[in-house]
Structure formats: structure tokens, C-alpha cells
């Protein structure tokens, strides 16, 4: 690029700044409530113009492609992930509290499923022990029983499905 091309581009975004700046800022700030993010969309706008200018891109309504731009940047930052730090947080009076009332409840319906393997017939109570509570693999199972791992899977199954019928939650 020549720089007679460059100072003319440079001169139709100054220009475009001067006329449109205000506006867009005023624009941007009403779509995210936040000066300074809306003063970076607003820049970043005119840096994403100023590139497309030097590729050689026409542009034939200004105020209109840099309100696309803008928009198309206003949504992206919609879409970003939003992190809050947890020390402002804080500042602000958010006490993190753990709630163990859904671990408790957990803790108490694994205690009444396996107490639950009891009323099972005795050949899937061994079964059931070994792949839930042990949490042995069926080739662990095969091994200390003496059976394929198809009929213990199958008894696994047929176990569990005993098992849904008996259980009551907590």
C-alpha cells in the first residue's frame, strides 16, 4: 500500500471517528452497562475497520458498517464466559457456604441400596457385593468366581433389576 492510499484511509477513519465515535459509544454502553468495556468495543470497532480498509475492502455506508461491526463485537461479549472473582465477591457480602444436606442424602441412599442387596436371592447378593460394592470389573469377578463375563454381567443386570424393585429411597 502507498502511503498517498494509507493517509487517505487514515483521513476517512479519522473522519468517520470524529462524526461516529459519541454515537457508538453511547450505543455500546447501552448494550453492556459498562463504560470502559463499551469504550474497548467501541475501539476495537475502528481497529476491525481500519484492518478491513487495509485489505482493500470497500466500504460503501460507513456509520453502517461500523455499527455492524460494533454489533457483531457487543455480541461477542455477550457470549463470553463472565468470571466474577470470588474477593469481590466477597466484598460485596457473599458468604460461600458448603451445603451438605446433598451429600448427606447420598451417603444415606447408598447405605439403604446396599442394605437393600440383603433381600436379594443369594446368588445375586454375592454378585451385586463384587461389582457395586467392591466395584470390581467383570474380568476381577471372573477370576474369584470361576464364570464368564457374559453370565455375571447378566446376573449384574438381572441383580439391578431386582435391586430397582426392592429399593426404597430415603
Same mark, same amino acid.
Given at each position: 500500500?502507498?502511503?498517498?492510499?494509507?493517509?487517505?484511509?487514515?483521513?476517512?477513519?479519522?473522519?468517520?471517528?470524529?462524526?461516529?465515535?459519541?454515537?457508538?459509544?453511547?450505543?455500546?454502553?447501552?448494550? +453492556?452497562? /459498562?463504560?470502559? *468495556?463499551?469504550?474497548?468495543?467501541?475501539?476495537?470497532?475502528?481497529?476491525?475497520?481500519? $484492518?478491513? @480498509?487495509? #485489505?482493500?475492502?470497500?466500504?460503501?455506508?460507513?456509520?453502517?458498517?461500523?455499527?455492524? +461491526?460494533? /454489533?457483531?463485537? *457487543?455480541?461477542?461479549?455477550?457470549?463470553?464466559?463472565?468470571?466474577?472473582?470470588?474477593? $469481590?465477591? @466477597?466484598? #460485596?457480602?457473599?458468604?460461600?457456604?458448603?451445603?451438605?444436606?446433598?451429600?448427606?442424602?447420598?451417603?444415606?441412599?447408598?447405605?439403604?441400596?446396599?442394605?437393600?442387596?440383603?433381600?436379594?436371592?443369594?446368588?445375586?447378593?454375592?454378585?451385586?457385593?463384587?461389582?457395586?460394592?467392591?466395584?470390581?470389573?467383570?474380568?476381577?469377578?471372573?477370576?474369584?468366581?470361576?464364570?464368564?463375563?457374559?453370565?455375571?454381567?447378566?446376573?449384574?443386570?438381572?441383580?439391578?433389576?431386582?435391586?430397582?424393585?426392592?429399593?426404597?429411597?430415603?
Amino acid at each position: 500500500m502507498t502511503s498517498e492510499k494509507e493517509t487517505q484511509l487514515q483521513g476517512i477513519l479519522t473522519l468517520a471517528h470524529t462524526d461516529y465515535g459519541k454515537a457508538l459509544g453511547a450505543h455500546a454502553f447501552f448494550k +453492556v452497562h /459498562n463504560k470502559a *468495556i463499551s469504550e474497548d468495543l467501541v475501539q476495537d470497532t475502528f481497529v476491525k475497520t481500519w $484492518i478491513y @480498509l487495509v #485489505k482493500r475492502g470497500e466500504i460503501h455506508m460507513m456509520k453502517a458498517f461500523l455499527y455492524h +461491526v460494533l /454489533n457483531g463485537l *457487543i455480541i461477542d461479549q455477550y457470549r463470553k464466559h463472565k468470571t466474577t472473582s470470588l474477593d $469481590i465477591l @466477597l466484598e #460485596k457480602g457473599f458468604e460461600p457456604a458448603e451445603d451438605e444436606s446433598a451429600r448427606q442424602i447420598n451417603i444415606l441412599d447408598g447405605k439403604a441400596a446396599v442394605l437393600s442387596i440383603k433381600l436379594l436371592p443369594l446368588r445375586y447378593q454375592k454378585i451385586m457385593r463384587m461389582r457395586y460394592v467392591e466395584e470390581l470389573s467383570l474380568s476381577e469377578m471372573s477370576i474369584l468366581t470361576g464364570k464368564t463375563k457374559n453370565s455375571l454381567a447378566v446376573q449384574a443386570h438381572r441383580g439391578l433389576d431386582m435391586l430397582k424393585v426392592l429399593y426404597i429411597p430415603v
